[in-house]
């Protein structure tokens, strides 16, 4: 069966829906075969989007036309520093307003937002204005990646692709995520990543459907990139290998202190995005006036500007000196925020990293061992609990780096920043911008309790039938005795043919012919009876009867023998609240079974 289907066969009544660890079909093939073209595209999108950023920012701040990469340490303070970010900022405000207004942030709160709420389209236009704006914010100064644009962007290709073919929402989800993964896969070489962040923030399900095509655009990105990039991590760091247990303990508090940060840093940014909402001017020229502080912050620290790869790889081999990690981290976190919550286009994974990286570093000059160890647990640390996808951070800075040792560290540090947000903030820094518009996002993953519930389990066994071959005037008058609302109606075998309620006691009531009073002809197995009667079977799952129910618009379903076909019970829409109540109370309900005085429990 595909997944979603009903899984009801209503021409002879059955339920033909076979149960299984997952649902998938053929269609799994299809989308794992479009993946191949989606993560080409998306691997081909980040090549374009680095180039085109590194570009304008060459020709921006050193007046070269070319794509060979250089440090905006090398930039020269003036005026210019604070003049190119607040005329970026005009052209992408520019560029929203009269394009697309969809450019605006960093890419992934709108990636999202097009899942749960736009049938997983997005439109040519979103598709060639991200990564143009995003070259242009970037590369005039803004204090961003490029991460969360491709990832847009990537994404942007994936749905356009999928928008040819006759394909559900769902598998527009699952190509629309497979782009995005490619894309990340393209700028950082980290496809396990880039996976993990597809289950723990884009895909809203665990299925095969979903989880292989965008393993299958993943690995696809990654064997182009070679070609496209070079191979390797992108920050090679061998470190000092495995921490000691003692470690572990130092991994845990870089991790409280990355929750606290980010924390610290979710709340001002929008406390800052209030600011700008209440401004008395039209919201195209934010970014201009966030380019002002982008531009101020750049005299202070240029190397706060721009994407700062530099500056992380400066972290993790310890090439600064404290002072200006203190001034990185202070600077690029304040233009960062100002940026951000103006509206213009760059993404959060890098400025992350740096931040992170840097209160890492800071923490680790105090600590035993080399500072750039401790910049890495912080940067994995800040990932994971920003973006409130730990396994994502941990694995993350592995690829980045090729530091395998140093994975369970980054573990306890990832999981324990997830911890501190997650008990501090309702939402991340992400879901936020995506509730202020209206919408609600719920992350926490588990089983769908109809699907472990049998309908044995739920069902009513004691039912009161109606004969089929019942008269229509006695059925009238059980009917209106008013014990029950709804009767099955069954023949001769007790095999159920229909159902008869109060409405059609009405009805058979003002047939009565008003000469002699005579009551309607015939029985109600002549009136109810339906050949394509749907029903269930005890050993179906509760979910196959909600979908049977909303297939059919009914809101009881007769449950029958396997085999004989005979009633064996009613399945009514209260029952399905029970199987909820019964989850509630598990979740809530707490016991202790040992150490415990009184009755113990049977």
Known sequence: MADGSTGADLANGRSTRQLADFRSDHRLLLLAGMAIVVGTGGALAAWLLVQLITLVTNLVWFGAVDTVTRPMALATPGLWMVAAPVLGGLVIGLMARFGSEKIRGHGIPEAIEAIIIGGSRMSPKVAVLKPISSAISIGTGGPFGAEGPVIMTGGAIGSLFAQFFHLSAAERKTLLVAGAAAGMTGIFGTPVAAVLLAVELLLFEWRPRSFIPVVVAAMVAIAWRPLLFGAGPLFPFAGAGSLAVWGLLGAAAIGVGAGLLSTVLTKLLYGLEDLFEHLPIHWMWWPALGGIVVGLGGLIEPRALGV????????????????????????????????????????????????????????????????????????????????????????????????????????????????????????????????????????????????LTRVGAVMAR?????????????????????????????????????????????????????????????????????????????GDVVSQAVDLMLSTDQGRLAVTDPVSGQLVGLLTRKDLLQVRATLVQAEGERQAFFGRTGPKPA
């Open 308 to 451: 700062g790869y530099d500056v992380i790889g400066d972290l993790l081999n310890g090439n600064l000196a404290l002072h200006a990690v203190l001034l990185i981290l202070v600077v690029k976190a304040a233009i960062w925020l100002v940026a951000l919550s103006s509206g213009t286009s760059g993404g959060v994974l890098a400025p992350l990293l740096i931040l992170g990286g840097a209160m890492g570093w800071l923490a680790g000059y105090w600590l035993p061992g080399a500072p750039g160890v401790w910049a890495l647990l912080g940067m994995a640390a800040m990932l994971g609990g920003t973006m409130r996808a730990p396994l994502t951070g941990a694995l993350f800075a592995v690829e980045l780096t090729g530091n395998l040792a140093l994975l369970p560290s980054l573990l306890v540090a990832t999981t324990v920043a997830y911890g501190v947000t997650v008990l501090l903030l309702r939402r991340s820094m992400l879901t936020e911008k995506i509730a202020r518009r209206g919408q609600h996002i719920t992350r926490e993953y588990g089983v769908d309790p109809y699907e």
């Open 462 to 538: 004691n039912v009161d039938v109606l004969q089929a071959d019942l008269s229509v005037g006695r059925a009238t008058q059980i009917l209106e005795a008013g014990r029950h609302r709804f009767y099955p109606v069954v023949d001769g075998d007790n095999r159920p043919v229909g159902f008869v309620s109060r409405a059609d006691a009405l009805r058979w009531l003002r047939e009565i012919t008003l000469v002699d009073g005579r009551q309607p002809d015939g029985t109600v197995g002549e009136r109810v009876s339906d050949a394509s009667l749907p029903v269930l079977h005890p």
